[in-house]
């Protein structure tokens, strides 16, 4: 393991922010399932294609929202508190540091999109189950939720690392990530599905099973989102290590 | 006092936009030695420093540190130690953790933490979140941070804002010691009454331009006292 990585660890260990931030997110998706398993009408609930949907629209969505989140703040909280400059005066080789970042940022996303989808999944199940309905989610569409949802959570953790290495804020970055995600492309995907479906949280629900907006295949859409986020990450590196740190 | 160079600063420009920040500096600093880097706000001080630091690019010239550029040493906490502000802190982390993540990047020994902890009096502190830190405990952690490489070279910026008249003494102590054991400091300040206790030689700048590089007996001689040359010098052009 580098220096630069085991020092990005230590940092994601010794402040509160990033449990802090899970927890927020389990406690988002939680109410948010309350919300929808317990308050949607019945017949919006009964077959298997509704409650899939249900599971992903939340889970999927906030996984990405929150690892997004928390890639951004990679970055943004680094230049809001000035630990940027310790950090890069003992790194000063930037690019290593923009690389152990996108390391932790595909750990730390990939616990997130998990934790959501599996909050998400369960509590929907169990709420489902308190309404009296029958779920009929298959073993196999759990995994692809969970799977999918942590893939996704990975790799959007990586484009808001880009995200908050060129906006470098840490309010534009949020807010921007935030709004793309839960409002510009639900636009899109309404507007203009063909282009819609390539966006890239409408390519992370299609890892975690959702078919309608999905592009033609599971594979081609890993292979989209990964495309974007090593777009991201090229964007991050050139940010990092080509403009002034004051 | 050794002559040879540690630091070369040579022909030194950045500007942002239309405004010239640094026009064409040259300035080296011996081995062994405290330089006083002064001038007023806005002269040009933390822009070199950060140049010399690789935290931004000149626009033309070059800042040496041990014959290469910071970006290129290859273990560059042990050539330079820095203190750039007194805040570069994340305030929940504890004052040991904050060192933890120095030592763990910079490939130094773990053991250095307890050491430097001792060194600037923050030992029974070391477990506090960095927000309930007062000003002075700060300044002090960020010289431990830059002492944790056993660094050849100290920049400090500032570094007795919020040290109280003992704490000022031991960074005096501290500093001068450093420098007896052939260490380089270059200290920026707007203190003249400290910068004339504490250093050897004295650069002052102003408006991107060196003003005067020299010994502190030959400057502060020349006029009468330290304050007396620097307000000649920067006469008209104040920030």
């Not at chain 1, 595909?106 to 779920?135: E, M, P, Q």
């Not at chain 1, 990530?177 to 309404?190: C, H, Q, R, S, Y």
């Not at chain 2, 130690?81 to 504890?94: I, K, M, Q, T, Y």
Request: with cysteine; net charge neutral; aromatic share 4%.
């Amino acid at each position: 393991m580098s220096p630069a990585l085991r020092s990005e660890l230590l940092k994601l260990r010794t402040t509160r922010t990033t449990v802090g931030t899970l927890a927020a997110m389990a406690g988002v998706v939680l109410l948010a399932m309350a919300l929808h398993s317990l308050g949607l009408p019945k017949d919006k609930l009964v077959s298997t294609a509704d409650q899939r949907k249900v599971f992903l629209d939340v889970g999927s969505n906030m996984g990405m929202a929150f690892a997004a989140l928390l890639g951004a703040m990679a970055v943004t909280i680094e230049v809001r508190y000035g630990t940027i400059r310790p950090t890069l005066l003992a790194t000063p080789r930037r690019s290593r540091v923009v690389v152990s970042k996108m390391w932790t940022a595909l750990g730390v996303g990939l616990l997130c999109g998990s934790i959501a989808a599996g909050v998400a999944t369960s509590a929907g199940t169990l709420f489902l189950r308190v309404r009296g309905l029958d779920v009929d989610v298959s073993g196999g569409q759990y995994f692809e939720l969970v799977v999918g949802g942590a893939l996704a959570g990975a790799l959007w953790a990586t484009i808001g690392l880009g995200v908050g290495a060129i906006v470098r804020s840490q309010v534009p970055a949020v807010v921007g990530l935030f709004v793309w995600i839960l409002f510009v492309e639900n636009v899109l995907i309404a507007g203009v599905p063909s282009v819609g479906k390539y966006s890239p949280g409408a390519l992370g629900r299609a890892l975690a099973g959702q078919q309608v907006d999905a592009v033609a295949s599971w594979p081609a859409a890993l292979l989209a989102l990964v495309t974007v986020a090593g777009a991201a990450v090229c964007a991050a590196l050139a940010a990092t290590t080509t403009r002034d740190f004051t | 006092m050794s002559t040879t160079a540690v630091v070369e600063i040579t022909s030194l420009t950045k500007r942002y936009g239309e405004v010239v920040a640094i026009d064409d500096i040259s300035f080296s600093l011996p081995a062994g030695s405290i330089t006083g880097f002064l001038g007023p706000n806005g002269a040009g001080k933390t822009t070199t420093l950060r140049i010399l630091l690789g935290l931004a690019d000149a626009d033309s010239g070059t800042a040496i540190v041990g014959g290469r550029r910071y970006r290129d040493l290859d273990e560059p906490a042990r050539w330079v130690g820095a203190v750039l502000e007194s805040n570069d802190f994340h305030p929940g982390r504890s004052g040991r953790d904050h060192l933890r993540v120095i030592v763990a990047a910079a490939g130094i020994d773990p053991r250095r933490v307890d050491e430097v902890l001792d060194l600037v009096g923050l030992s029974d502190a070391h477990h506090r979140p960095v927000k309930t830190y007062s000003l002075g405990m700060r300044q002090r952690l960020g010289l431990a941070a830059a002492l944790l490489g056993e660094p050849r070279v100290l920049v400090l910026d500032e570094p007795t804002n919020g040290l109280d008249p003992s704490g000022t003494h031991w960074l005096r102590r501290v500093l001068r010691a450093f420098a007896d054991d052939g260490g380089t400091v270059l200290v920026s300040s707007h203190q003249l009454a400290e910068v004339a206790q504490s250093v050897d030689h004295v650069i002052v700048i102003g408006r991107g331009r060196v003003l005067a590089d020299a010994p502190l007996a030959e400057l502060a001689g020349s006029r009468g006292t330290l304050e007396d040359a620097y307000l000649d010098l920067t006469a008209g052009v104040g920030s």
